[in-house]
């Protein structure tokens, strides 16, 4: 073989190779704008009972509330100053002499 098909092969090589990189690159790039939009608005169920069972595939929610999201489930029944309640550690004390 001589010189000039060698450096001819190398030359092809390389161009092959940009060639890989650039196309991989781009492909990259379109994979990572894919897409997809989940909605959430609709087919949601409420209720204020717990239970083991509720996660099952064919458990009948049937009798449960249709509710738009987001929701507030504190909205409903008698008022309690337990529901929601946010258990705090004590607040520092300040030190007036620095103020």
């Known amino acids: 073989m001589t010189l000039q098909k060698q450096i001819a092969q ?5 161009i092959l190779f940009i ?3 650039v196309l991989t690159s781009q492909l ?3 994979l990572a704008q894919t897409r997809k939009d989940i ?3 609709h087919g949601w169920k409420f209720t204020r009972e717990d239970g083991k069972d509720f996660a099952q595939k064919n ?5 449960w ?3 738009q999201v987001p929701h507030d489930w504190a909205i ?3 008022f309690s100053a337990n529901n929601d309640k946010q258990h705090m550690g004590p607040l520092p004390k300040m030190d007036k002499k620095k103020l």
């Open 10 to 14: 190398i030359y092809c090589l390389k």
């Open 19 to 21: 060639l890989f990189i």
């Open 28 to 30: 990259e790039l379109v």
């Open 39 to 41: 909605l959430l608005d």
């Open 59 to 63: 458990f009948d929610d049937a009798s």
């Open 65 to 67: 509330q249709s509710i």
């Open 76 to 78: 409903y029944g008698p």
